[in-house]
């Protein structure tokens, strides 16, 4: 193959500074119409949250969640206290679940997504995106849940994986102490609240969860790692499962995060700066 005279590689690179020229004038075009510089800074913080916390009892999900929901103004969607929140409004999804609850069921995947879904439409938290929190669970779960967020073009773009070994989660679970209507959780030992016994935010007191003892635990594990497995292997296979180490003390793990959310945003917006890089013609 005849060596590329030093001509053609000239040209080649203005015509790819006259691609990336073309683009930023594109990409300008887009930002205008998105409102301008403050609006850009304000999707910055927000776009590209839309993800499912993971992890087994005791991992920090409720520690993490609502620093995740309060960095990035979206909605923290707890499976369990929707379905709840549900069933006191007597909404129409409420009543159809508690239904079925009454009767010893559990209730379907399409009442669950559709609860998403009515929480993804109605709240205004959710306008920026989303935590999913306790759901999905299974497979079927997750291919549904992904139907209904292509058709809305809500896509996920973070599965996030909180991992620790099971040892060490009987030690968090036994001192760990819960917000009710917050879901923000403490630890009597690693992350206690600065007044005993109350939240920090709102001074409300804390409970501890009948089931939090080592016996329930290591069935919750059990169960756990049954479901979850699968799952992971999904997202896996769709690039946007992510694994973190929950060993680690709270303000690491929250750096962990960050990383998985801002790394993610650099690389998607490294954008037309990248064209000469990828042909080799810049370093």
Known sequence: ???????????????????????????????????????????????????????????????????????????????????????????SLGREAKKIMDQGGLVNDEIMVDMIKNEIDNNKECRNGFILDGFPRTVAQAERLDGMLQEKEKKLQHAVELQIDDGLLVSRITGRLIHPASGRSYHKIFNPPKETMKDDVTGEPLIQRSDDNAESLKKRLSTYHEQTYPVVSYYQKT????????????????????????????????????LLRKIGLKN
């Open 239 to 274: 690039g946007i499962w992510k694994k973190i180490d929950a060993s680690q003390e709270p303000g690491q793990v929250w750096k962990s995060l960050l990383e998985v959310f801002e790394g993610d945003k650099s690389s998607s917006t490294s954008g037309s700066g990248s």
């Open 1 to 91: 193959m005849a060596p590329i005279k030093d001509e053609t590689v000239d040209a080649l690179r203005d015509l790819v500074n006259k691609l990336e020229s073309r683009v930023e004038q594109l990409e300008a075009k887009l930002e205008q119409a998105d409102g301008g510089p403050v609006a850009r800074k304000s999707k910055a913080n927000t776009e590209g949250i839309r993800m499912i916390l993971m992890g087994p009892p005791g991992a920090g999900k409720g520690t993490q969640a609502p620093k995740i929901k309060d960095k990035y103004c979206v909605c923290h969607l707890a499976t369990g206290d929707m379905l709840r929140s549900q069933v006191a409004k007597k909404t």
